[in-house]
């Protein structure tokens, strides 16, 4: 089932043209109405007329988060304010929100990239999305309802928590997507076990879940636990929200909207451009935007790129399962950690919970990190051996994952920060 | 033998009032109380009026809770007694792992639970000599 054939089946070189086109278009938009781009420009004397191919891009200077910050809250719009319907913002938790505001164009495009993901993820005009990702400044909420909306189905904006009443929901509407971030449909997953609902009571078919990362392991547990196919979904507020990529059925890299969205993989330490395959980071080019059309955006995530035609019929280019952030990346005693390499590690402990925080100090000269993990009944014993055999377990498990020596702290469950909005897995207490 | 209940208590401030509390609001009566405790968490140990009850609550307090089988002797209250009742132990080479007393309504006697490594083993030898060991019917009466 494809949304849009005509996109998202293109030939290569009919691609190309229209990127091309396309490109052109976006950057001559920003260099003429956009103080930031015309200044970036001139300082390198980069002209729009000098894109004359696609590799040409590559002469484009990044966008960074920290530009758009400097130009909060409304600096980088193309088009006069009147033209604008509707704002987003990031959370801001890393400092400044950075706003994203969309002309009536922009929300149309989302809505059709949302709606692309949705077909992919099986929905009809006929389906209830139960869309628990959260409303409000969050692109999350609103990026699907516009989706939903595009599609013709039901879209019911329940918004994030509130786990009973989406439980009550599943069972009321049987509802038949379900929409919200992975460590969500987790905590819902747990709750419907634990309030002992049976999942031919829900009538959900699948979940459409990112804004967070997740690994394999956890992907298996929400799909048992709600009986769904999950589909990985990617985004971010800078570019646009959820929709710039998602995955297909075929579970096998998300499909880059790449008709709306020009993407790159550059090595993060010196910015060159990466060859497809090559693991790197995601560069990001709006290529249909008007109200803030955004070139070369550093997303900081680490992926590679799928050139290849997809197994589903699409050709639209693909990206992995994102393997970290590259300003995510914790650097412990030297080595290379991301949050994700703790969490497999605990998945591979049977018994042990998903839910893990990384405690990182430096006490005196050296790194020290303890990794908070909730217990459970399974692994609850009522020795103290026994227990130190569990701790012990994990910490090997760990180990063989990252090669790091890290002290465990079994806590109780559920004491850790979650599950609604984003979870929190690292505190890092080092002054460096 | 009878069932103790374990609880999972995470070294900070107020957990083990926490999980009385809960009991107390249960309406549940603590019998012999033990901690075994580490620099990071601690096991709560309980022997109580009503296993099902006590679970139930705590559980549903968010706490983790485990029931496990215990012995249960009663031993003079004199010099040696307990060292009396640990020799039955050793000599058939069964490994303790963690022991609690506690007092009895009978003024000579003692009362300590015991977590071996054989549990049937335990019993068997005790009986053999003569040890007087507790049932549930037992300890409802303390």
């Known amino acids: 089932m494809i949304w849009d054939e005509k996109s998202e089946c293109m030939t290569k070189k009919e691609k190309e043209k229209i ?82 505001a969309y002309t009536q164009n922009d929300l149309d495009i989302w809505g059709e ?34 989706g939903g909306n595009k599609m013709g189905a039901i879209t019911v904006p329940i918004s994030a928590g509130n786990t009973q009443r989406q439980l009550d929901t599943m069972i009321d509407f049987q509802s038949d997507v379900l929409t919200c971030t992975p460590s969500y449909a987790m905590y819902l997953g747990e709750s419907r076990e634990k309030a002992g609902i049976s999942l031919e009571e829900i009538n959900l078919k699948a979940g459409i879940h990112g804004a967070e990362m997740w690994t394999s392991e956890m992907r298996k547990r929400i799909e048992s636990s709600l009986g769904i196919k999950t589909f990985n979904i990617y985004g971010l507020t800078e570019v646009m929200g959820p929709g710039v990529a998602q995955e297909c059925s075929e579970q096998n890299g998300m499909h880059i909207q790449d008709d709306h969205f020009y993407p790159e993989i550059i090595n993060p330490e010196n910015g060159e451009t990466l060859e497809p395959g090559q693991n790197g980071e995601l560069v990001l080019t709006s290529l249909t935007k008007t109200g803030m059309p955004i070139l070369r955006f550093r997303t900081k995530d680490l992926t590679s790129l799928i050139a290849d035609k997809c197994k589903c019929g699409r050709t639209t280019v693909r990206m992995t399962r994102i393997t970290g952030r590259s300003d995510d990346m914790l650097k412990i005693k030297g080595v290379m950690v991301f949050p994700s390499q703790i969490e497999k590690a605990l998945l591979k402990v049977s018994g042990a919970s998903p839910n893990y925080l990384i405690h990182v100090t ?71 | 033998m009878a069932t103790q209940i374990s609880v999972f208590i995470e070294n900070k401030e107020g957990r083990i009032k926490k999980a009385m509390d809960t009991l107390a609001n249960a309406g549940v009566n603590i019998r012999a109380l033990s ?15 009503d296993n099902e009850t006590a679970t139930k609550s705590l559980e549903n307090d968010g706490f983790i809770v485990k029931e496990s089988e215990v012995v249960v002797v009663a031993v003079p209250d004199k010099p040696n007694g307990l060292n009396s009742t640990l020799s039955i132990l050793d000599d058939a080479d069964i490994n303790l792992e963690y022991i609690y007393a506690f007092v009895s309504s009978q003024p000579n006697e003692a009362i300590v639970a015991m977590k071996v490594e054989d549990t049937e083993k335990a019993i068997k030898v005790f ?16």
């Open chain 1, 19 to 100: 990127q091309l086109e396309r490109l052109q278009k976006t950057v001559k938009l920003a260099y003429e109405n956009i103080e930031f781009y015309k200044k970036r420009f001139d300082e390198i004397g980069l002209k729009p007329e000098d894109i004359k191919t696609l590799k040409d891009i590559e002469k484009i200077p990044f966008t960074t988060k920290s530009d758009l910050r400097e130009a909060y809250p409304l600096g980088l719009l193309a088009v006069p304010r009147e033209d604008i319907v509707e704002i987003h913002a990031s959370s801001g938790t890393t400092g400044k929100p950075t706003v994203t």
């Open chain 1, 113 to 146: 990239c949302i709606a692309r993901g949705l077909k992919m993820a099986g929905a009809k005009k006929d389906y209830i999305i139960q869309n628990a990702y959260g409303y409000g400044l969050f692109t999350g909420g609103f990026g699907i309802h516009h």
């Open chain 1, 362 to 432: 430096r006490p005196d000269i050296l790194d020290e990190v303890e990794v908070k993990v909730e217990a459970s009944k399974e692994l609850f014993s009522d020795e103290i051996k026994e227990m130190e055999k569990v701790e012990k377990q994990i910490q090997a498990s760990i180990r063989s994952e990252t090669g790091l020596r890290v002290d465990v702290t079994l806590c109780e469950p559920e004491s850790l920060p979650r599950s609604e909005g984003k979870a929190v897995r690292v505190i890092d207490e080092r002054k460096l």
């Open chain 2, 35 to 49: 901690v075994g405790d580490t620099t990071k968490y601690g096991i709560l140990r309980l022997i109580v009026s």
């Open chain 2, 127 to 142: 009986e053999e000599n003569n040890a007087k060991i507790l049932k549930k019917e037992d300890l409802e009466k303390i």
